[in-house]
């Protein structure tokens, strides 16, 4: 019989519990970076509907924005008081962003208030979870 199985066993166990902890500790990053919107309001139709829940990529975190990505904004008409707008990026340059609705009969948007300043991004939107039927990558 071959003896070397437990010592190699035992170097495994020994290897594994930091790269447990560092896979806990990137975890937790991970969800820290992370937040949850619901959408209310058919600015977004036919992409999001009203009830659909988004995970969203905080902003201090983001990834490269693009023209085309959903993002969310702090409303710009309404400072101060928490509430963020789902919105598509149109056109996006060092001075800020233009951010618009996709169903434009029901959206106010940068038609109405403007650029918005980059720092007033607040996430990217990666995924809806919710309702369950609709769930999946948002594009």
């Given at each position: 019989?071959?003896n ?9 166990r ?40 988004l ?85």
């Open positions: 019989m071959n070397q199985a437990g010592p190699v066993a035992a170097r495994i020994r290897l594994s519990r930091p790269t447990i902890r560092l896979g806990l500790l990137g975890a937790i990053g991970a969800a820290a970076a992370l937040s949850r919107v619901a959408v209310d309001g058919n600015s977004m139709l036919p992409t999001l509907e009203p009830g659909d829940r995970v969203v990529l905080r902003a201090g975190h983001r990834r490269r924005l693009r023209a085309g990505d959903l993002v969310t904004v702090r409303d710009p008409r309404e400072e101060g008081t928490g509430r963020v707008l789902v919105k598509r990026i149109a056109d996006l340059d060092p001075s800020g962003a233009e951010v618009i609705g996709d169903n434009p009969d029901a959206s106010t948007d940068s038609r109405s208030f403007g650029r918005v300043p980059l720092r007033s991004v607040t996430g990217k939107v990666l995924y809806r979870y919710a309702p369950a039927q609709r769930a999946g990558r948002v594009r």
